[in-house]
């Protein structure tokens, strides 16, 4: 099974700063067929399932705003919110469906400083 | 507009079976895979498994393998998915998922259901 490790467990960000995410597999999750990281990102708010964010590590999804950017390749994954709102508290997920079975990073909680 | 609805929370004893459904609109059901996650109070996601609508198709996690059977029926766009023998660290919020592409089992998930309790007591 591949194992996604993600730092730090919680943070605290002030309004309009930046928050980083890490995220790590055990092992590497882009496919050399077609040169894609395997990798979604999720953020889960209170009483909610988890909504898609990023996926191929770097695209976002429709609609997701554009202060949400992921980079990273082969086992080494960051999610970047360039400046936090308050509506960014939340729990998020990195995610691997490189092969199964599928498996999730522990989450970060991300609250406001 | 994609909507996966679930069926309403369940209280069960160890032992027991349940029984969670998941009923799809606004896409043809038959054309993505439906996977199941799930999670324990305060926990991460775990993956349980697949079901290819269309072929009636699965696979599980292996540690759900011998307790968990997912299904569906393509004539009210429903999933479901049963947990045999339940034991008390089977509480959980049990969520299915849509892939996001026709036709991939494993890919990342574009819709999801609203969850469903299921608690495990004496």
């Known amino acids: 099974d591949i194992v996604m490790t993600q730092s730090p467990d919680s943070l605290a960000v002030s309004l309009g700063e930046r928050a980083t995410i890490n995220c790590k597999s055990s092992q590497?999750?882009?496919?050399?067929?077609?040169?894609?990281?395997?990798?979604?990102w999720y953020h889960q708010k209170p009483g909610q399932p988890p909504k898609l964010l990023i996926y191929w590590a770097s695209t976002r999804e429709s609609g997701v705003p554009d202060r949400f950017s992921g980079s990273g390749s082969g086992t080494d994954f960051t999610l970047t919110i360039s400046s936090l709102q308050a509506e960014d508290v939340a729990v998020y997920y990195c995610q691997q469906f490189y092969n199964i079975p599928l498996t999730f990073g522990g989450g970060t909680k991300v609250e406001i400083k | 507009?994609?909507?996966?609805?679930?069926?309403?929370?369940?209280?069960?004893?160890?032992?027991?079976s349940v029984k969670v459904s998941c009923r799809a609109s606004g896409y043809t059901?038959?054309?993505?895979?439906?996977?199941?996650?799930?999670?324990?109070?305060?926990?991460?996601l775990e993956w349980m498994g697949w079901i290819n609508p269309s072929s009636g198709g699965t696979n599980y996690a292996q540690r759900f393998q011998d307790?968990?059977?997912?299904?569906?029926?393509?004539?009210?766009?429903?999933?479901?998915?049963?947990?045999?023998?339940?034991r008390s660290d089977d509480t959980a919020v049990y969520y299915c998922a849509r892939v996001s592409e026709m036709v991939y089992a494993e890919y990342y998930f574009d819709s999801w259901g609203q969850g469903t309790v299921v608690t495990v007591s004496s």
């Open chain 1, 28 to 40: 590497s999750v882009l496919s050399s067929s077609n040169n894609k990281n395997y990798l979604a």
């Open chain 2, 29 to 44: 059901f038959g054309g993505y895979y439906i996977h199941w996650v799930r999670q324990a109070p305060g926990q991460g």
């Open chain 2, 67 to 86: 307790r968990v059977t997912v299904t569906s029926d393509t004539s009210t766009s429903t999933a479901y998915m049963e947990v045999r023998r339940l």
């Open chain 2, 1 to 16: 507009q994609v909507h996966l609805v679930q069926s309403g929370a369940e209280v069960k004893k160890p032992g027991a």
